[in-house]
């Protein structure tokens, strides 16, 4: 799908956001799994943001945009506080940032976010408020908020600076590993595989940027088959982290994505399962759904990889280690594709 590389987000503010974001993101370590490598004849890494603070990889963006949002205007910013909706993670590291930064946060959910993730943000210190059944609930609830009281909106994904936050992965990658053939990413409203994918076809234009979403609910895919934002049924799944939908309003992570993506996989639970379970069994790492995708993706569809360097974007750690033992009743033949 992937074209010409060409966007209205410069470069230079993906430059800007490596500059600015450390320490209060951290450059995560890539990893070499054998295991894996020799599962599937290939060479695999895996990219570790399970390792960030907030325990995933939103931290980049949410970093970028507050201390953009500072640099603009500190006395409104601190006045009015920040104000976003979340499935998790985002709502995190926006809590996290603010609370490192002394800034008041308030952070809306659906009644789809696990109460883990909840609690994780609640920890953080912003106020948390549940509404509505789905992320676009809580994301019209957010639209209220900086109408009626002039917060400051830090959105999860649509938005220049949390492109170009998530995209200092792409860096780090450029840094760690020569020569990367295949990038496997999550893809859910697009912020990390648009930043990633915008950044990467700047630094190694050769290198295939391939998302992976989940077989229902797929709002991104659904929109880039549509050449439109278009809603779609929110269903729960074991990787909460990519439900939710791309906002009717989408301007900036729709063209990124159908800008940079390669390929694209659609992943069943199941698969996710049968990931999250390899990883922690084969490697000791305990991530979430949302970050076990990419392995999901090859172990489905098991696409010609061989003798490729192959990184995994694991992007988050946001899991109820009591929900293990459901995984391993639902996951396929999990013990046949370890072997």
């Known amino acids: 799908m992937a074209n010409n590389v060409s966007s209205d987000i410069d470069i230079a503010e993906f430059y800007a956001a490596r500059e600015r974001i450390y320490p209060l993101a951290l450059a995560t370590p890539l990893i070499y799994s054998r295991s894996l490598s020799d599962l599937f004849s290939a060479q695999i890494y895996l990219k570790c943001e399970q390792f960030q603070p907030t325990g995933a990889f939103k931290i980049r963006g949410a970093a970028n945009t507050i201390l953009g ?11 009015n506080g920040v104000v976003t909706a979340s499935t998790g993670n985002h709502g995190r590291a926006v809590s996290y940032v603010a609370k490192k930064l002394g800034i008041p946060a308030t952070v809306y959910l659906s009644s789809l976010v696990p109460e883990n993730k909840v609690r994780n943000i ?48 792409a860096f780090e990658l450029n840094e760690q590993l020569n020569d990367i053939d295949y990038i496997f990413s999550g893809l859910s409203g697009g912020g990390l595989l648009g930043g990633i994918g915008l950044a990467m ?23 880039l088959k549509a050449g439109k934002p278009v809603m779609v049924e929110e269903v729960a799944s074991v ?38 379970l390899l990883l922690f069994e084969k490697e000791k790492i305990l991530v979430e759904g949302a970050a076990a995708v990419g392995l999901a993706a090859l172990l489905q569809y098991r696409p010609d990889i061989k003798g490729r360097k192959v990184v ?28």
């Open 69 to 79: 949002e500072l640099q603009k205007n500190e006395q409104r910013t601190r006045r």
């Open 122 to 169: 609640e920890l953080e210190g912003s106020r948390v408020v549940r509404v509505g059944a789905s992320q676009d609930d809580a994301m019209a609830e957010v639209k209220r908020a900086v109408a009626e009281f002039g917060m400051i909106e830090i959105p999860p994904f649509d938005h220049p600076s949390i492109i170009a936050g998530q995209g200092t992965i």
């Open 201 to 223: 076809k700047h630094l190694a234009p050769q290198t295939h940027i391939v998302g992976v979403s989940l077989a229902q609910g797929a709002a991104m895919w659904e929109s």
């Open 239 to 276: 990787a909460d982290s990519l439900g939710g939908g791309i906002g009717m309003d989408n301007r900036w992570t729709l063209p990124a994505v159908k800008q940079v993506m390669d390929q694209h996989f659609q992943v069943s639970d199941d698969y996710i399962a049968a990931a999250l």
């Open 312 to 339: 995994l974007i694991l992007s988050g750690n946001s899991i109820a280690t009591a929900t293990l033992p459901a995984l391993r009743q639902r996951a396929v033949n999990v013990d046949e594709v370890g072997q």
